[in-house]
């Protein structure tokens, strides 16, 4: 059984920066795709950026230059790096597979909100 927990997300000031968490279990992580995820609030849950299992990234345009997404297999943990924060970033962040998972399986998410 596959589990995912996201962590890191808060409240943060338009420029700055968030480091989101995403430990995964019941998976051989080291083989997925990992994916990171969001949804605004009235808007649909949006792709944000992938990372393969040996290191290759590809982002969405509207984050690209500002987050940076890794990963670390021997903890079995994703991140994601978010600097230059816009309120448009604001939302619930989510990991999961790349493409997700064909359960409909989401974890709980994190909330980020980007305001003054």
């Known amino acids: 059984q596959v589990l995912l927990v996201e962590s890191g997300g808060g409240l943060v000031q338009p420029g700055g920066s968030l480091r989101l968490s995403c430990a995964a279990s019941g998976t051989i992580f080291s083989a997925r795709i990992m994916g990171w995820y969001r949804q605004a609030p009235g808007k649909r849950r949006e792709w944000v950026a992938y990372i393969t299992g040996s290191g290759s990234t590809v982002y969405v345009d509207s984050v690209k230059g500002r987050f940076t997404i890794s990963r670390d297999n021997a903890k079995n943990t994703a991140y994601l790096q978010m600097s230059s924060l816009k309120p448009e970033d604001t939302a619930v962040y989510y990991c999961?597979?790349?493409?997700?998972?064909?359960?409909?399986?989401w974890g709980q998410g994190t909330q980020v909100t980007v305001s003054s």
């Open positions: 999961n597979f790349f493409p997700p998972m064909p359960t409909g399986y």
